[in-house]
């Protein structure tokens, strides 16, 4: 049994996965190199360094382990004929990104990037408008695992959430939830819209000029699922018109962000580099997850934690 | 009955006020007029435009209502000696300020100062040190409203909270508390050292070179209470030695911050303005805690909301 991971986790945490299993072969190298992928079985990768050739080549794959949440980049078609199992690190994103969301928001509202500007210049001044989180209400767009963290959290702030999911069933830690359909009625309510949707055909520039416009002229609007969900040329307009306050962007319709992109020049924007699921402990916390379903899949079961239908996005 | 604001409240909020008091002679206008002060019976101030002279002029004076926390430039013993009643809005502070402390932790822990630095150049990386906050350990020095409040927040975010006071009584939102006798052993558990005492004798360089070197080497400290908990000489070397990661500071010995202090040279140092307690919020709260304790002295309570004992600090 060979198990090809295609990136090279630090040694303090490939020693104990090749301890506990001795009954495995374990190949930790950067890339996909078509001689080992012939005879690997269980392979263990970001995501976006599969083709269908190289699916092709692996003749004796069974199950891809995808460290990663986005599969935008695998060759779907291919795994699904093949029938390929895959299963993803779903849930590890939670925690880190639920922390850059709120660092973003408590930054606005407590003057942060203003604090530190006048540090850069040696100023010494106390008139920055602040105002303050609690009290005000959130709008999540997809209150999946990650929009549920971040509704758990902005409660604790004494912040009322809505959810807009796509049949409108009650969600944890959302105050009230209501279907897609009804996204441009509750729009006016946010003080903060959070859309953290996947990349599928129905989420494709679901945000246009009217959303905007429904908006408060105070609002912030946050985009951390994925760049497609708006039309860029509709949001940069929104944004030069202050038809909302603020925008913080971590996804991009191209990514990384051209150096001729408008969004480079509005001073009413926090480009984030696409990061903010990024945390040093992110390896440590796949392999928590990679272990106990290699365990399984070595007693046969194959039913895993985080199983994924790459057909269907997510 | 007259009633001297030495500072002016919005129109939409001295109307209400006026309206609701119609037995109340008001006058707001910035500065502490003689002539005014001599018939005044209830003052309404930041507490920082007080005197002897002043107290001496304002031979009517029982009630002094400080729209503030801090009361260091308030003449305590003239005011005690009179007999004056005064009161705060202590609380008024707990929210803006905790969302502060929140805002620079998750900022540091997620790279915001990175980001807003790499974006003012228009550069596009990925390759930020991301850290997380849920795991960690804070240790809070002078758990009081405001350090419960913290407390509170942290705790939704997973980091486990020790309390230090003055008598290592339990406190609510602390996992542990213990008191000050004991802060040096406690303080290598901490990755975040959250400092919020009040300037008293017993607070005065509270902090020195052993506190710093038993931190761990990644601690972040936070001073939000006030700037002679400790020497700045020995901050300043603990941080050029990187004895500590980063310390975020809001006081100072000497405020402004003067342009010639060795704390705006560091690199490990996020210089805020004394600022963090401030909210576009902060009058209309002030006016909430004011009407009811009004109200109740004119009906002859004499025990409101926040009494302070000004000789003792708090």
């Known amino acids: 049994m060979r198990v090809y991971f295609t990136f090279e986790p630090r040694p303090n945490l490939c020693k104990p996965l090749v301890e506990e299993f001795p009954e495995v072969e374990f190949i930790f190298e950067q890339g996909v190199r078509d001689d080992v992928l012939r ?45 390929i199992y895959v299963s993803n690190v779903r849930g590890i994103h939670k925690k880190p990104m639920t922390e850059s969301i709120l660092a973003h928001i408590l930054s606005l509202k407590r003057g ?17 408008r602040l105002t303050e989180l609690n009290g005000s209400t959130a709008l999540i767009l997809g209150p999946g695992a990650i929009g549920q963290e971040i509704g758990r959290i902005l409660q604790a702030f004494e912040v009322h959430t809505i959810g807009i999911n796509s049949s409108g069933a009650m969600t944890n830690y959302m105050n009230e939830t209501y279907p897609i359909a009804q996204l441009l009625q509750h729009l006016p309510k946010a003080d903060i819209v959070i859309a953290m949707l996947p990349s599928t055909p129905n989420t494709k520039n679901l945000i246009g000029r009217e959303h905007f416009e429904a908006m408060k002229e105070s609002a912030i609007f ?3 699922g994925r760049g497609d969900l708006v039309d860029e040329n509709v949001l940069v307009q929104a944004l030069q018109e202050n038809l909302i306050a603020h925008a913080v962007l971590d996804v991009y319709a191209e990514e990384p962000l051209p150096a001729n992109n408008p969004i480079w020049q509005l001073k009413n924007v926090t480009v984030s580099p696409h990061l903010s699921s990024h945390s040093s402990r992110y390896v440590e916390r796949s392999l928590a997850i990679f272990k106990p379903s290699l365990r399984k899949w070595l007693d046969g079961e ?9 057909l269907r996005g997510y």
Chains 1, 2 share one sequence.
Do not use: H
Request: glycine share 6%.
């Open 39 to 83: 005879e690997t079985d269980i392979l263990v990768t970001y995501g976006e360094d599969l083709t269908d050739d190289k699916i092709a080549v692996a003749e004796k794959l069974q199950w891809i382990f995808v460290a990663s949440a986005g599969v935008e980049k695998m060759p779907a078609q291919a795994i699904a004929e093949r029938g």
């Open 302 to 310: 194959r039913q895993l934690e985080n199983e994924m239908n790459l």
């Open 222 to 224: 946050m985009n951390f």
């Open 112 to 128: 942060l990037p203003s604090i530190y500007a006048q540090q850069a210049r040696g100023e010494w001044n106390k008139k920055v």
